[in-house]
């Protein structure tokens, strides 16, 4: 089945504990990309990668680091979580970055930080 | 610069009625335009798209969207509501100027629900 896999689906961690969020995509797509979710703010892109080792800030990068050393990965990474992190996080992927492609789109990780 | 803007939070339908979630656009270019719905504890899925072409677009599970240039919208509308279409419907749009940049805009969302 093709799909965008997300691990964990739910954490809860303390501030400035160093966490990982994995996405993998079995479906050869070139473009991922990280949202995260919050209430009355809808979606908002935190990095996306055109291709391997090409990566780039979306709208809300600050504390968030990702990597795309391979094509089906695309792991988010928080070095020092904050509270203000808290949120409902997609991983969604795309075959290209052109205009017309949608995204698939992970099950979410729900992300809390005390 | 793009933009999109999903003016109601709640839209309330009965079941077998007509229901329009209402999604405006703004780009420097030509619109590509998506709506994606979003079920309790999933993520969103894809409903459909306008990239050129027919103005009424049709998608999965009988929705369909109407593309007006003029009004700058993107109206999700589907004949006869379901119980089972309650759920957070999503507006995106890209804008065929962006500059280098493809990333697309979503709106806020709009939690459609669906009184039996």
């Known amino acids: 089945e093709a799909q965008v896999t997300q691990n964990p689906r739910y954490l809860i961690t303390v501030t400035g504990k160093k966490l990982t969020v994995t996405c993998s995509q079995n479906?050869?797509?070139?473009?991922m990309s990280w949202y995260r979710q919050d209430p009355g703010l809808g979606l908002r892109q935190i990095y996306y990668?055109?291709?391997?080792?090409?990566?780039d800030k979306g709208d809300v990068p600050e504390g968030y680091k990702v990597s795309r050393k391979e094509k089906r990965n695309f792991p988010l990474i928080l070095e020092s979580p904050s509270p203000n992190q808290t949120s409902l996080y997609f991983c969604a992927s795309s075959q290209s970055s052109s205009l017309g492609w949608g995204y698939t789109f992970g099950s979410g990780t729900r992300l809390t930080v005390v | 610069a793009q933009s999109v803007a999903q003016p109601e939070d709640q839209v309330n339908v009965a079941e077998g009625n007509p229901l329009t979630v209402k999604c405006t656009y703004s780009?420097?270019?030509?619109?590509?335009l998506f709506w994606y719905v979003q079920y309790p504890n999933r993520g969103l899925q894809f409903l459909l798209k306008?990239?050129?072409?027919?103005?009424l677009v049709k998608g999965s599970y009988g929705f369909e969207a109407e593309f007006n240039k003029s009004q700058t919208s993107f109206h999700l509308k589907k004949p006869s509501a379901l119980v089972s279409d309650s759920a957070l419907y999503f507006c995106?749009?890209?804008?065929?100027?962006?500059?280098?940049?493809?990333?697309?805009?979503f709106g806020r969302g709009t939690s459609l629900i669906v009184h039996p």
């Open positions: 479906m050869n797509h070139e473009y």
């Open positions: 990668s055109m291709n391997v080792e090409v990566t």
């Open positions: 995106a749009v890209r804008d065929s100027i962006s500059g280098g940049s493809y990333i697309p805009t």
């Open positions: 780009v420097s270019g030509n619109p590509y």
């Open positions: 306008y990239i050129t072409g027919d103005n």
